[in-house]
């Protein structure tokens, strides 16, 4: 069956310090990938796409890397800060069509 | 950014009545939203895929007849649970892909209690 794993529920590191997010995924060939942040209560907010052909992507203080041939996707925030703090999502789309299927989300909870 | 708007933010209404919750893209044409179903604690499902001008399409196990979708205009996608029951309490969330980048823009989503 399909899956996209996220492999930790929550995850609580020091101010400064850098988070690293794990997504994996079974039996899906996406185009690409992408993260969001979410809030609680409200909608998610998109962060990063990475393509298949891209191995690593920034944007500021983050950083994602796609491994197609590991599956498996990593997030991650230099410098950390307590505004961090949210939940984040892997998402992507079977069939390109922009139907994104997303992973359980991991809690990241930045301590001053 | 490109914005979607959802409305209402809050409902909360009777076992068996009928909600209907707005999904509008301001500042671009969508001709396609997406709408989700969040439990707490829970990652967002995919519920179906509205398609402006043309029947929605519904994830498997999910109840178009109950799930009533309709995307009448390429800024407008509306969602009706109808014969709502407890178990229909839920954060229903729209989307919109707003370029061709690729990245879905997200309503502010509406929280559901059906007592």
């Known amino acids: 069956s399909q899956k996209i794993e996220q492999n930790s529920e929550a995850l609580n590191i020091q101010e400064g310090k850098t988070a690293t997010l794990t997504c994996n995924y079974t039996n899906y060939s996406p185009a690409y990938l992408q993260w969001y942040r979410q809030d609680p209560g409200r909608g998610p907010v998109f962060l990063l796409l990475i393509r298949e052909n891209e191995k690593e992507k920034r944007k500021e203080r983050l950083k994602v890397t796609f491994d197609t041939t590991l599956k498996q996707s990593l997030f991650h925030i230099t410098a950390s800060q307590p505004a961090d703090s949210a939940t984040y999502l892997c998402?992507?789309?079977?069939?390109?069509?922009?139907?994104?299927?997303f992973g359980a989300g991991t809690r990241l909870t930045v301590k001053p | 950014g490109a914005v979607v708007s959802q409305h209402p933010s809050r409902v909360i209404c009777k076992s068996g009545t009928s909600v209907k919750i707005e999904c509008r893209s301001l500042d671009f044409q969508a001709t396609t939203m997406f709408w989700y179903r969040q439990f707490p604690k829970q990652s967002l499902m995919l519920m179906a895929t509205?398609?402006?001008?043309?029947?929605?399409?519904?994830e498997q196990g999910v109840e178009k007849d109950k799930f009533l979708i309709n995307h009448a205009s390429l800024t407008l996608s509306t969602l009706t649970v109808t014969s709502a029951h407890p178990e229909d309490s839920s954060f229903y969330i729209c989307?919109?892909?707003?370029?061709?980048?690729?990245?879905?823009?997200f309503g502010e989503g509406s929280r559901l209690t059906v007592l």
């Open positions: 989307s919109a892909r707003g370029s061709n980048t690729g990245e879905l823009f």
């Open positions: 509205s398609n402006e001008g043309s029947k929605a399409t519904y």
């Open positions: 998402a992507l789309s079977p069939g390109g069509n922009n139907d994104m299927r």
